[in-house]
């Protein structure tokens, strides 16, 4: 199937099928009880979600809304799950599914962990080239999904994204 940008996989709180990411880029998003949304991971391509039912079903944790035009595999719950108790073998593959996302997940804490602004945007710009590149971490995200990624306000992406963007000797 084909998920166009801005249109949603599956919402907070829904149980469904899984999803294999072919192409393109998922953000998912978690609505507060007050209806703030709140950007808490990027899927990439190969990426099988949710997560967290890739070995028992639960309901999806959060919204999944494509960030650009994006190819999507249906993979129905219940031949995944009748598919690893006939194949047990299988297990390892989900283990290293989820060992990969896990070490993804790891960059993406030290990115939070870093003590600067700073840093963090520059390290977030890293993890975006390594996983998603040729696309700029601007292409695809606003500023204020940048800053929810960072923990930083959309008023500091702002002011850190015009400093990068300054001749190199206009910065000092």
């Known amino acids: 199937m084909i998920l166009h940008k801005g249109e949603t996989l599956f919402r907070q709180g829904e149980t469904g099928p899984l ?12 609505i507060h009880e007050d209806g703030t949304p709140l950007l808490i991971n990027i899927i ?17 944790h959060g919204s999944a809304i494509a960030l650009v035009t994006s190819e999507i595999e249906l993979l129905p ?7 690893l108790e006939q194949h047990p073998e299988r297990y390892r593959d989900i283990s290293l599914l989820l060992q990969d996302k896990l070490r993804m997940m790891q960059q993406r804490i030290d990115q939070l962990s870093e003590a ?9 710009q890293l993890w975006f080239q390594t996983y998603i590149a ?7 995200l606003t500023q204020d999904e940048i ?26």
């Open 19 to 30: 999803y294999r990411l072919k192409t393109g880029l998922l953000k998912i998003v978690r």
């Open 44 to 60: 990439v391509p190969d990426e099988v979600i949710p997560h967290h039912s890739l070995i028992s079903p639960k309901p999806y």
């Open 77 to 83: 719950a219940a031949d995944w799950y009748r598919e």
């Open 116 to 124: 600067s602004p700073t840093g963090k945007l520059l390290k977030l």
């Open 134 to 140: 040729p696309a700029a971490l601007t292409d695809v």
């Open 147 to 172: 800053g929810q990624l960072l923990g930083i306000r959309r008023e500091t992406i702002n002011r850190l994204l015009r400093k990068q963007a300054e001749p190199t000797s206009k910065r000092k």
